[in-house]
């Protein structure tokens, strides 16, 4: 009798000691797998992500492609310039410790999830084919990092930038938005970079005068007369100007466009004429912009210079 109690402590005794140590080295936590196949398998299962698959195997032990942990918990997912395809799957939001999503540089199509992972910091999914607009950032509240920037996202922002204490840095650039900015831009009280450009915004730029920012792009749009408090922030046009054959040619952004209009330009520098040098920094008249606007518009374009 005692010889069998015995053995039954012990075999209960190691298998409590195995489920611990399978816990405390390798096992990645079940939600995060799951989500990871979901995504793998969302993107067509490609060769590239090495590691990867959808049966067994374990992400953090195993060191998947792309996937760093902590402990038992994915934290970062870096998959940038890989060549992949596909769409993302639907559950992101159930990654709880993410911290950065990078998936940048690649072929990824469909609709952004609706909601992403939630405590994430840094989030990259430009130069994709994302084509949606139905944005859910509002959890986001750790959001440091947002850049959406070279994909066809069309339509209006949406204001879904309220309760984002931390965003510093934000990229939209060479999408298809359209519309007024949201006023709940107003509320990001951290942001220093925003880039709007090649977009097809409206309406006024006037909420953005009491933000912290360092950099701003917003050219190729249509918003209103710039106020004279952000002019200084705004990079210095890429203009130049060519007589050939009594046609005018603009370099503007990323195309080349003919037969333009005259315009007046310092033809030293190349800066439209009344533009001034405050605090060693050019600041454009404020007529500047909608002024090549309208230019621009009577243009016939000739190329585009942007590539993938």
């Not at 959808?54 to 792309?66: F, M, Q, T, Y």
């Not at 920012?213 to 249509?222: G, K, V």
């Not at 001034?276 to 585009?304: D, F, H, L, T």
Request: charged letters at 15%; a neutral charge.
């Amino acid at each position: 009798m005692a010889t069998k109690l015995y053995l039954r402590i012990s075999i209960t005794t190691y298998l409590i000691s195995a489920v611990l140590f399978l816990q405390a080295f390798a096992l990645t936590d079940p939600s995060d797998v799951t989500v990871l196949r979901d995504m793998y398998m969302s993107l067509n299962q490609p060769p590239q992500l090495v590691g990867w698959n959808l049966r067994g195997g374990d992400p953090c032990e195993e060191a998947w492609k792309g996937i760093s942990c902590s402990g038992s918990s994915v934290i970062t997912i870096k998959l940038n310039g890989l060549d992949l395809s596909g769409s993302l799957g639907g559950n992101l939001f159930n990654l709880l410790h993410l911290k950065q999503l990078d998936l940048s540089h690649n072929y990824i199509e469909g609709e952004i999830p609706l909601s992403l992972p939630p405590n994430a910091t840094h989030i990259d999914l430009s130069f994709n084919n994302f084509n949606n607009n139905n944005l859910s950032l509002e959890s986001m509240k750790y959001l440091e990092h947002l850049n959406l920037s070279h994909n066809s996202i069309s339509g209006p922002l949406g204001n879904v930038f309220t309760g984002f204490p931390n965003l510093k840095q934000m990229d939209l650039s060479h999408n298809n938005f359209t519309g007024d900015l949201p006023s709940s831009f107003e509320t990001l009280s951290n942001l220093n970079q925003l880039f709007l450009q090649r977009n097809g915004f409206t309406g006024s730029v006037g909420i953005l005068v009491h933000l912290p920012l360092h950099d701003l792009d917003i050219h190729m749009n249509y918003f209103n007369a710039v106020p004279s408090a952000l002019l200084h922030l705004l990079p210095k046009p890429k203009l130049r100007v060519f007589n050939v054959a009594k046609r005018a040619e603009l370099k503007f952004g990323s195309s080349i466009y003919r037969n333009c209009p005259p315009f007046p330009m310092d033809e030293e520098n190349l800066w439209p004429v009344g533009t001034k040098i405050v605090n060693g920094r050019p600041v454009v008249p404020e007529s500047y912009y909608s002024q090549m606007q309208a230019r621009k518009a009577k243009c016939e374009i000739q190329s585009s210079l942007i590539t993938r």
